[in-house]
Nanobody, 121 residues
Framework: QVQLVESGGRLVQAGGSLRLSCAAS????????MGWFRQGPGKEREFVTA????????YYADSVKGRFTISRDNAKNTVYLQMSSLKPEDTAVYYC??????????????WGQGTQVTVSS
């Protein structure tokens, strides 16, 4: 009932910046929060950041705090992930997710297809 489409992933040099976008469609009125997760090679999917659509409260994993910024444009039903000072360990498939309940790890109901971010050293 909610569709998410990520875009913006590409190859980038270490120290560079990249901006990911996630556009939501469908029953977007039901969304409480949206977030970003990532899954690197041979690793489990991990939480990166999330934002509540009402109020805009943000939460970040320690590994990205100070380097990544999440934002939203409710009029466009879109969230963004601005990534700076990228490191090779940031290499992963980045997934956009939407929650109807909360922003804890198990609360996300809808997922995008993922977009590949590769950071070269």
């Amino acid at each position: 009932q909610v569709q998410l489409v990520e875009s913006g992933g590409r190859l980038v040099q270490a120290g560079g910046s990249l901006r990911l976008s996630c556009a939501a469609s469908g029953r977007t009125f039901s969304i409480y929060a949206m977030g970003w997760f990532r899954q690197g090679p041979g690793k489990e999917r991990e939480f990166v950041t999330a934002i509540t659509l009402i109020g805009g409260s943000t939460y970040y994993a320690d590994s990205v705090k100070g380097r990544f910024t999440i934002s939203r444009d409710n009029a466009k039903n879109t969230v963004y992930l601005q990534m700076s000072s990228l490191k090779p360990e940031d290499t992963a498939v980045y997934y956009c997710a939407a929650s109807r309940r909360g922003l804890y790890a198990g609360d996300y109901d809808y997922w995008g297809q993922g977009t590949q971010v590769t950071v070269s050293s």
